[in-house]
């Protein structure tokens, strides 16, 4: 395999959109670092399976230093880990706040600083986040403060890193979703959630990873929140 054969970081990996982005990259001829708390090994020799909590800083440390050891170059990182609880705000407990603030905040803070170091030493990256399209559209049937206080708070860094590191070749980007049918989301739910879109449907997982897939190649798009939302965003 050649040495300059890019190498994606993908946490959340184990199942839903982080399971259809290590195969997305793959068939881009990528090799792949995958995390997530229930990653199994991989029989694919250019796909390095770390199990591990994203909260936990032992796990960045060997996630991109396993990545650059087994591959010798991070290229890019996207931080599909997150949790989502939706609640009423005064019924969120303690345990709710450090969850989610743990995955969402910290889990992308430990991990990206990492990353972007490695980035910055071949001069060129990519770090893509997954946030939500609720930070710019609340809506009173989905309460989802704690949702909005995280993800708001990655679209901002995100424009942030973006300037911050716009002139040493390493861009940042986010995907802002709509509601993904994943497994998380039961069957029987759809029909509700489906109405949630002005496009009237809820989004397939392909939807993120195509977006995902395009920012990766826009070489002129950085600090930019993409929404892929079925309209949620626009209005309703």
């Not at 995958?34 to 960045?60: M, N």
């Not at 509601?179 to 997982?205: C, F, N, S, W, Y």
Request: net charge neutral.
């Amino acid at each position: 395999m050649s040495a300059e054969q890019k190498v994606a970081v993908v946490t959340g990996a184990s199942q839903g959109i982080g399971a259809a982005l290590v195969t997305a990259f793959r068939q881009r001829g990528y090799r792949v670092v995958a995390t997530a708390r229930s990653i199994k090994r991989s029989d694919d020799p250019d796909v390095l399976a770390v199990p591990g909590d994203v909260t936990d800083p032992e796990t960045a440390a060997r996630v991109i230093g396993g990545g650059v050891d087994r591959f010798g170059r991070i290229d890019t990182l996207v931080n599909n880990a997150g949790i989502f609880i939706g609640k009423p705000f005064t019924a969120y407990t303690p345990a709710d706040y450090a969850a989610i603030v743990g995955i969402n905040l910290t889990g992308f803070f430990h991990i990206t600083q990492r990353a972007i170091a490695e980035m910055a030493k071949h001069g060129s990256g990519h770090v893509v986040q997954i946030t939500t399209s609720l930070v710019d559209h609340a809506n009173t049937h989905v309460p989802s403060v704690l949702a909005s206080l995280t993800k708001g708070g990655l679209n901002a860094a995100t424009k942030s890193l973006a300037i911050e590191y716009a002139r040493r070749g390493i861009r940042v980007n986010a995907v802002a979703p709509g509601v993904i049918k994943t497994p998380m989301h039961p069957p029987e739910t759809h029909a509700q959630l489906d109405g949630l879109h002005p496009i009237g449907r809820m989004g397939e997982t392909s939807d993120i990873v195509e977006a995902i897939l395009y920012l990766e190649s826009a070489g002129f798009v950085t600090g930019e929140i993409l929404h892929v939302d079925g309209g949620q965003s626009a209005g309703h």
